[in-house]
């Protein structure tokens, strides 16, 4: 059974910094692509960044400049580092994983439990 946990989530003023962790356990063979997503009240689901296993990175364009993703593949660890927040950013963040379980061929997709971050005055 794989899990993710994210922590490092909380309140925070406009202007100010959050990190937040994902660490993905269990029986897991590979992972290929470590992100986070958030979720407005009201609003969809979207990605704000994602990291291959060889590296590779992507960004919402509304994150770009601010906000630093960054991996540790020993540890099947993510981290997001966000700045300069905005009261915009306010939303559940979710940590995802395509990963590939031990004992199959075959990619899934794991969620964590999401943690809230708040941007306020």
């Known amino acids: 059974q794989v899990q993710l946990v994210e922590s490092g989530g909380g309140s925070v003023q406009p202007g100010g910094s959050l990190r937040l962790s994902c660490a993905a356990s269990?029986?897991?063979?590979?992972?290929?692509?470590m992100g986070w997503y958030r979720q407005a009240p009201g609003k969809q689901r979207e990605l704000v960044a994602a990291?291959?296993?060889?590296?590779?990175?992507n960004y919402a364009d509304s994150v770009k400049g601010r906000f630093t993703i960054s991996r540790d593949n020993a540890k099947n660890t993510v981290y997001l580092q966000m700045n300069s927040l905005k009261p915009e950013d306010t939303a559940v963040y979710y940590c995802?994983?395509?990963?590939?379980?031990?004992?199959?061929?075959?990619?899934?997709?794991?969620w964590g439990q999401g943690t809230q971050v708040t941007v306020s005055s």
């Open positions: 995802n994983a395509d990963l590939i379980p031990h004992g199959t061929y075959y990619s899934a997709s794991s």
């Open positions: 990291i291959t296993s060889g590296g590779r990175i």
């Open positions: 269990g029986s897991i063979f590979s992972i290929n692509r």
